[in-house]
């Protein structure tokens, strides 16, 4: 591990820099000396450039998230980052210098060590729903699917079926999916969708690209819906392609 800080310092391969910062963000808090680590990733916050610097950004939350002792120094070097001229810079170093000042395991199990990995798409949708239904309580971020399911999921395990507020999730995921089914102009005139599968995992949760599939029902037709997330930061995945063999047993 110690190996790969000093081979980042002079690396000048983006991908294989942020990789070797991930590597360190997760492995190096928990080695016996993990001080040692950290000029390597401050160094990259000085020297490189705006992705290599966002990921050592992400590298130091993790250090001071896992250990105490390394907490203030830690909070002080975000504070630099703070100063960056990147955006994506400044609002990483500004998001984890307050989930770490508040000193809770929680709060950095959910934003630091697992992220805040939303769907947009599911977000917007959440929030325009929020809005047409005026209510005293605040916006729930636990009602916005993950990025590897990028629509509403029913929970079917949280209330009965009598009980109305929860009624709405169901139609909601619905409509949802029949609004984005609809405006792909090779499905749209497949009619009404009947019902939508839950979502299933097709991948390890550990692998670079995440892999899930929704089966939707029409009334002649079936159509897989497979979303994949990309989970390298780093890297831009484009014209993905599914190919599927039937079970001739069946």
Do not use: W
Request: aromatic share 8%; hydrophobic share 40%; with cysteine.
């Amino acid at each position: 591990l110690f190996r790969s800080g000093e081979f980042i310092e002079d690396c000048e391969h983006t991908v294989l820099a942020t990789k070797i910062l991930h590597l360190l963000g997760k492995e190096g808090p928990r080695t016996p000396f993990p001080s040692k680590y950290i000029r390597f990733i401050f160094n990259r916050v000085v020297l490189e450039n705006e992705a290599v610097r966002a990921a050592a950004v992400s590298a130091l939350a993790k250090f001071g998230a896992q250990n105490e002792s390394l907490l203030p120094s830690v909070l002080v070097l975000l504070q630099r980052c703070m100063m960056d001229t990147d955006d994506e810079v400044r609002d990483r170093a500004t998001f984890y210098l307050n989930v770490l000042k508040q000193r809770q395991i929680m709060l950095n199990a959910a934003y630091i060590f697992n992220g805040l990995t939303v769907s947009v798409i599911g977000m917007e949708k959440a929030l325009h729903q929020y809005t047409l239904e005026p209510t005293e309580k605040p916006f729930d971020m636990r009602t916005v699917p993950l990025a590897t399911l990028p629509f509403f999921e029913q929970k079917t395990e949280v209330a009965p079926i009598a009980n109305k507020p929860h009624e709405k999730i169901t139609p909601a995921r619905h409509n949802i999916f029949q609004e984005q089914l609809a405006s792909i102009p090779e499905l749209k005139n497949l009619g009404p969708l009947v019902k939508s599968s839950e979502s299933v995992q097709l991948t390890e949760a550990e692998t670079e690209y995440f892999v899930s599939c929704v089966k939707h029902l029409f009334q002649d037709h079936i159509v897989f819906q497979f979303d994949c997330t990309n989970t390298l930061n780093d890297q831009l995945l484009e014209k993905v392609t599914v190919q599927m063999e039937p079970d001739r047993k069946s």
